[in-house]
């Protein structure tokens, strides 16, 4: 069936052209007629015609003004121009607009059904290419899940994967360097932070990876793996090595509605873990580091860098001392710093006595670390060859002793440094961020504006917020806000309106509503109450 528009303000003009076509071809076409340029805008978005004979002059809008309208919303109609030759270079305008054929009046039977046909014959060859363009990409939408796990599965685990890594990035179009990796797990519940039934939720992902594919295809431009235990893997390209904070925190988002939207759709716990931006020649980096965020962190979604460094050793080597020696020098605490300094020494003595060289790249080692640390803190001044004679004085040391008062005599003077600037903030980011509070709680701050300071995302940020300080953000600002609001009362110079704005908020009706909540009764009558104590 083709949809035929005739336009012409001549009744005649139009019920001749109209009756050739449907003698000719009968039931294949279904014909509408329109006499001015507004009736023709108004069929070609409700009877979405294929063809359209249009006079180029009819009452108020012109053919070729409907047309260039018709182009606005239908880009493939194919027009037939009818006109008079006093109107020949008028209808010149309308070649930009796609025009099939030129028609000049009087034009007879056998010239409409010759360029309908023509007409007809391209609608046809149209239709035929988005035919055969819909069974490409449904051919391409059952080979492309198989290229993309083909190509995940090798990249973690074929070492010798980068000879024909080149036919992937052909085949799946991937143009940028760098990538990211997700990776995805599923289970029945989630029981102290491990999803239950590994095994069982593995046996069924098969039945419903397909949804669980588009599904993710809704939030992110990536690659998706098959199935690996009970894991899938993510590969999001990316256009540059850096990431910027709101970038994380969005992609950290999206994954979070994900998560949400899996467990929506299919039967099931979802969690997922989120590695740094590498190139994609180290790209498996990322896939660990999102593995290590599933481990680490008891979250729906957690991200690599929101999760503290835990490294690991080989044998029994006491983290906690050298932790403790690191801490206690930041602090510029003498006696406690150089305890933790003998307690090691003593104890790469009573393991390794017979390795001295080991030992005194330890002793660096640490010496070095703390000397960095206390640079970065305004603790210690740096240059180039400050350190020349180290390795010198170490190998020149006599016996285990001496080597021991060098370490001491580094490490006090790390302390010393410390202890003449300004204390700086060591503790937890919790800490970092109730000073920023306590220094910002008069303007107005939101949740977003702590973690961002403090360089974490948000949803991570609230939730340590809260196991740290056993209050939520709201409920610390909210209380911090009111405990100065009493001590601003007391203050008669001050109005109600001045300690509202004094103490973070903008709205004074609000303030009172939660002063009330807080103390059980309004700011005014707490000023009067406490005047009339003080009297």
């Known amino acids: ?302 991200h690599i860098n929101d999760i503290p460094v835990n490294p690991q050793y080989d044998g029994d080597y006491p983290l906690d001392l050298e932790n403790r020696y690191y801490q206690k020098a930041m602090t510029g605490d003498e006696a406690a710093t150089l305890f933790a300094a003998n307690q090691f020494f003593d104890w790469m003595l009573e393991n390794y006595s017979e390795y001295r060289e080991d030992i005194e790249v330890k002793v660096l080692e640490l010496v070095m670390h703390v000397e960095y640390e206390a640079f970065f803190k305004g603790g210690v001044r740096y240059g180039f060859r400050y350190r020349e004679n180290y390795i010198r004085e170490l190998q020149e040391c006599p016996d285990y002793e001496s080597l021991r008062q060098w370490f001491r005599e580094k490490t006090l003077a790390v302390c010393q440094g410390m202890r003449s600037i300004p204390e700086k903030e060591t503790a937890s980011a919790v800490t970092k961020a109730k000073t920023f509070i306590a220094e910002n709680y008069s303007r107005e701050i939101s949740l977003d504006d702590v973690s961002r300071y403090v360089d974490i995302s948000p949803y991570y940020f609230s939730k340590l917020f809260k196991q740290e300080s056993g209050q939520n953000f709201i409920e610390y600002l909210t209380e911090l806000r009111i405990g100065h609001a009493r001590e601003l009362l007391n203050n008669q110079g001050l109005s109600i309106k001045e300690i509202c704005s004094l103490c973070g908020y903008s709205d004074p009706n609000y303030f009172s509503r939660i002063f009330k909540k807080y103390e059980g009764m309004t700011p005014s009558e707490y000023r009067e109450k406490n005047q009339h104590i003080i009297s």
């Open 1 to 302: 069936m083709y949809r035929i528009l005739l336009a012409d303000d001549e009744g005649i003009m139009l019920e001749s052209l109209k009756h050739i076509i449907e003698s000719n071809y009968g039931r294949e076409c279904e014909v509408a007629c329109a006499k001015t340029g507004r009736a023709v805008v108004e069929l070609a978005e409700s009877f979405r015609p294929d063809i359209a004979f249009l006079d180029i002059q009819m009452p108020g809008i012109s053919g070729v003004q409907a047309m260039k309208e018709i182009r606005k919303f239908n880009k493939t109609m194919i027009f037939i121009v009818i006109t008079a030759y006093d109107r020949f270079n008028y209808a010149k305008e309308a070649i930009s607009l796609g025009v099939l054929e030129f028609l000049t009046k009087p034009v007879n039977r056998r010239t409409i059904l010759e360029v309908c046909q023509k007409a007809i014959e391209q609608v046809e060859e149209s239709r035929k290419k988005r035919s055969d363009d819909l069974r490409i990409r449904e051919k391409l939408e059952t080979v492309v899940p198989m290229i993309e796990s083909g190509y995940l599965y090798s990249l973690l685990l074929q070492d010798d994967f980068h000879t024909y890594e080149d036919n992937y990035r052909e085949l799946l179009d991937i143009s940028r360097d760098y990538a990211l990796m997700i990776v995805v797990e599923f289970g029945d519940s989630v029981e102290e932070g491990i999803l239950t039934n590994a095994v069982g939720a593995s046996v069924r992902a098969s039945s419903f990876y397909p949804e669980f594919r588009e599904i993710v295809k809704g939030f992110f431009d990536c690659l998706v793996g098959p199935v690996m235990g009970n894991r899938v893997v993510l590969l999001l390209p990316y256009e540059k090595e850096n990431v910027t904070y709101e970038e994380r925190v969005s992609i950290l988002t999206r994954t979070r509605n994900l998560v949400h939207k899996l467990e929506q759709r299919i039967e099931g716990k979802f969690r997922a873990g989120i590695g740094r931006v590498h190139s994609l020649s180290d790209v498996k980096e990322s896939y660990f580091e999102a593995l290590r965020a599933l481990r680490d962190g008891d979250s729906h979604v957690v």
